[in-house]
């Protein structure tokens, strides 16, 4: 019986060290440090819709409209900078409001007309693609730099020196270490069970070394990027959200059984558009390192990321019917996909065969959810 977990905790690791060797011999560019810091760029903006997805499914529910709203607020303040003339922060701010109140409102219509989610973001979807289109006017949208435009295109562009990057790294190593060891103290407190010193120093040994390898790596090149910056914050508070406050909780609970968590007086309907409003500031940042990514707004912003986002928590233990996940899960699952992806645009592989390897690793992640969520029962 302890084989299924250990198996199920080695398997992602696995399976990017996979990825990455089977990229590395057909292309040697693959770990050079200039791809490297290119594919944390996109690994940011993956992670961080990803992030957003992750507190949706804990909750049973689901978000197909997440790609389109990549697309559509990306536009609005790409239009309301290149268009309008509008100072850049002030342009974001309002995307940010427009997304925020966008899901907010889909969080609302769901719970309190009891309609499944997947039918109304599934029409948000199309709702979402339709303003967008209206909104860039079918066009192309440039986003460069210049003198008022810098906040929205730096998003992408930006690396931290290096001396900076370092320095970073080492504030963010001692407060996990903080925490961790906090963690471990109240645990034992409790009378609960913590790992061994061993395990303990082993993963500090690991996470110390992946923190300070991507630093080096990204130093070699043009240093940390900004996006990277953004997906920790946003992971960091992710995790403080699910894993140390009452709402994180609730939203567990109500993925591993709504009824029980009614009746032990759970607001239910006020957390699932929690999770919606949480949902939409993901979108937004998400879409403003897209659009900025892409170096300019056009009707492809988007599309299929919502796709991604839902394998990239599968993959990473996310159950689709909720209560089980982690945001460390998340975050692997969304560095696979990443390396997938990247190292398939460096082979100049077609876009048939992206489209299928998608789709293959999405069904992969599904029946290994249902085997999982089986193997549990």
């Keep these: 019986m302890k084989t299924r977990p250990q198996l199920q905790h080695f398997a992602m690791p696995l399976a990017l060290i996979g990825i990455c060797v089977f990229f590395a011999l057909r292309e040697s560019a693959f770990l050079g440090p200039r791809n490297l810091t290119q594919l944390i760029v996109e690994f940011s903006i993956t ?43 002030v342009a974001m701010l309002a995307a940010f409001a427009v997304a925020i109140l966008l899901w907010t409102l889909m969080g609302t219509l769901i719970v309190r007309q009891r ?19 209206l909104v860039i006017q079918n066009s192309t949208i440039p986003v ?11 998003l992408t562009t930006y690396y ?3 001396s900076i990057g370092l320095g970073l790294a080492a504030i963010v190593l001692a407060t996990l270490g903080v925490m961790a060891w906090r963690g471990r103290v109240t ?6 069970p913590v790992r061994s010193t061993g395990k303990e120093a082993a993963l500090w040994l690991a996470t110390t070394v ?14 940390v990027p900004l996006t990277l910056l953004i997906l920790s914050a946003t992971a960091g508070a992710v995790a403080f959200l699910t894993q140390h406050t009452p709402f994180g909780r609730y939203l567990y609970a109500i993925g ?24 939409g500031v993901t979108v937004a940042l998400t879409g403003f390192m897209t659009t900025a990514y892409s170096g ?64 293959a690793v999405l069904t992969i992640a599904v029946w290994m959810d249902v085997k999982l969520g089986r193997a549990s029962r």
């Design 115 to 133: 309609i499944p989610s997947f039918i109304i973001t599934l029409g948000g979807l199309l709702i979402f693609k339709g303003l967008f289109w």
């Design 47 to 89: 992670g961080t819709l990803a992030l957003g997805m992750f507190m949706i499914l804990l909750t049973g529910q689901i978000d197909l409209s997440v790609g389109s709203g990549v697309g559509l607020v990306g536009g609005i303040a790409a239009v309301l900078v290149f268009q309008q003339g509008w100072p850049a922060p």
């Design 256 to 279: 591993g059984n709504e009824e029980a968590a009614v009746l032990s007086g759970i607001a239910v309907n006020r957390v699932l558009v929690g999770a919606y409003l949480l949902m």
């Design 296 to 359: 300019a707004s056009t009707t492809t912003v988007g599309d299929l990321m919502e796709l991604d986002a839902i394998a990239a928590c599968v993959i990473g233990g996310t159950a689709l019917r909720g209560g089980r996940g982690s945001v460390w899960g998340v975050i692997f699952g969304a560095l696979i996909m990443t390396a997938l992806l990247n190292g398939m645009t460096l082979l100049a592989v077609s876009p048939e065969i992206k489209f299928i390897a998608r789709g």
């Design 187 to 192: 645990r034992a407190a409790h009378g609960l």
């Design 210 to 223: 992946g923190v300070l390898g991507v630093v080096l790596i990204c130093n070699q090149s043009r240093g």
């Design 144 to 154: 460069s730099r210049g003198d008022q435009d810098n906040l929205y295109s730096l």
């Design 160 to 162: 931290l020196p290096a």
